[in-house]
């Protein structure tokens, strides 16, 4: 069985996001902060056999202190981020063991995944060596100038939106970080494509989306219920087969 290793970069500054005192990544989204719950869709998983998070250093010390006890009871390891997001993955990346096979970076700010659609990637990462889960653009893109007038309506065909976690063969990541240069790319995806490798695309779901602004946490608030569950779960409710069909 194929082995991963899973980061999770939380060192953003959250400037969209200014309803919490906190972080958005730290911040309870009924229950649990928002990034237990992207963190718990990997952890319990045969195959992977570590998970890293990187925090900012000035979170350090409180975030340790603060998730203590998650952080012991899920065996999840704490990376100092960077001053960019490549930067904090990067940090994390240097502590995968050796002898992990794929390497998948998943947003800590977002929590809206579902077990079949990880299923999915950990399985296609096998096959292609570098995977992403994207959605098909929908609506009408517009170019807008600096004094937010239109500039160009954007051709939307062949446009895809990329989500997280992206996944990735360790080797392949490593070497995509060193000639990295001065690139500091928005995604892990667009590191590997500069490097000449094809990355594969999953079709995602809309309701993967990460938390940027106070909007953005409402409706994750919402779509957490009508989540497709796990099939384990259908002796627990006779409709779960069924709902799941609607994603």
């Given amino acids: 069985m194929a082995s991963f290793a899973v980061i999770l970069p939380a060192a953003g500054k959250s400037t969209r996001f200014s309803s919490q005192k906190r972080k958005k990544p730290f911040v309870d989204l009924k229950g649990r902060a928002i990034w237990l719950r992207a ?34 009871f899920m ?43 990880v299923d999915e990637l950990f399985v296609a990462a096998q096959t292609s060596d570098a995977v992403i889960p994207a959605v098909r653009v929908a609506s009408t893109l517009k170019r807008v100038a600096a004094d937010r007038t239109i500039s160009e309506t954007v051709d939307r065909e062949n446009l895809w939106a990329a989500q997280t976690p992206q996944l990735f063969r360790r080797e392949l990541l490593l070497e995509a970080f060193a000639k990295r240069g ?35 946490f409402r409706m ?28």
């Fill in 39 to 72: 963190a718990e869709h990997f952890v319990n998983r045969d195959d992977v056999k570590q998970t890293i998070i990187a925090v900012a250093p000035d979170d350090l010390e409180w975030f340790k202190e603060k998730f203590q006890p998650n952080l012991a």
């Fill in 75 to 117: 065996d999840i390891e704490v990376a100092e981020g960077g001053a960019q997001r490549s930067d904090s993955v990067q940090n994390a990346l240097a502590r995968v063991k050796s002898d992990v096979d794929y390497v998948a970076v998943h947003d800590a700010a977002r929590p809206l995944l579902a077990t079949k659609w």
């Fill in 182 to 216: 001065d690139l500091e790319p928005t995604d892990e995806a667009q590191l590997v494509e500069q490097i000449g490798v094809k990355v594969e695309v999953v079709e995602g779901s809309p309701m993967n989306f990460k938390i940027t602004t106070a909007a953005d």
């Fill in 220 to 247: 994750a608030e919402a779509v957490l219920g009508v989540l497709p569950k796990p099939k384990s779960l259908g002796a627990l409710h006779p409709f779960a087969d069924e709902d799941a069909r609607l994603f």
